[in-house]
């Protein structure tokens, strides 16, 4: 089960960004514009953590800090353009996990979700984004897939699945973990979207479908990419 990421982010430019970034490295996203949005999805859903800008709409970010911090121990990233430090402190003090001020590089801000998470006894390694081998180059970050120098076009589905693999380069992913990831919980009996889609990708990348170099199936198991 991927890590869940709730991002309390008002500006569209910057959430989507942020979605984005976290998406590529396998994480769960959704989002929120408003403390009372952000509140609603809290009542039902509980994330792993959450990366939250504090000039919202309806309020201040920091009032959700102190509210979230009384019921959970929910890992809490703050995002802002403000750089009081006294602000910086008082939200820490408040039971915020981090501040990272805006603008900010994609690399500080994954990394600092991921030691947050890591003191709270999850280990989160920084995903593998990028695929090359034997002709075939895979670059997640910008969603770019190409064979022998020509760009494949992927559908959005396609794509997830390979992205998911790209992740785990090496290693199987079983059919129920490909399953749940790339279309969600409720199609975990739905193997033959699995088979449709992986005949398809094959179609696209593989020089000979019937004989993968790179898509490779773990009979009863589930599906590898070829180890770099």
Do not use: C
């Not at 991002?7 to 514009?33: C, P």
């Not at 006294?86 to 603008?103: C, F, N, S, W």
């Amino acid at each position: 089960m991927s890590i869940r990421v709730l991002v309390v982010e008002d500006d569209k430019e910057i959430r989507s960004l942020i979605y984005a970034s976290l998406s590529v490295e396998g994480f769960t996203v959704q989002t929120a514009v408003s403390i009372s949005e952000a509140s609603a999805i809290l009542k039902h859903v509980l994330p792993d953590v959450m990366v939250l800008d504090l000039g919202l709409p309806d309020g201040n970010g920091a009032d959700l800090v102190r509210h979230v911090r009384k019921q959970s121990n929910l890992p809490i990233l703050i995002v802002s353009a403000r750089h009081q430090e006294t602000e910086k402190i008082a939200l820490l003090d408040a039971g915020a996990d981090d501040y990272l001020t805006k603008p900010f590089s994609v690399g500080e801000m994954l990394a600092r979700i991921r030691v947050a998470l890591r003191h709270r006894g999850t280990n989160v390694p920084a995903a593998t984004t990028e695929y090359t081998l034997d002709g075939l180059h895979i670059d997640l970050s910008t969603r770019l897939v190409e064979r022998h120098g020509q760009v494949l076009h992927l559908t959005k589905t396609e794509f997830s699945l390979l992205a998911r693999l790209v992740r785990s380069s090496g290693k199987v992913v079983t059919h129920r973990q490909l399953l749940v990831d790339v279309w969600g919980e409720e199609f975990i009996d739905h193997t033959h979207y699995l088979r449709l889609y992986m005949a398809q990708l094959r179609a696209k990348i593989e020089d000979n479908p019937t004989e993968p170099r790179y898509l490779l199936t773990e009979t009863g198991v589930g599906y590898r990419l070829a180890a770099i």
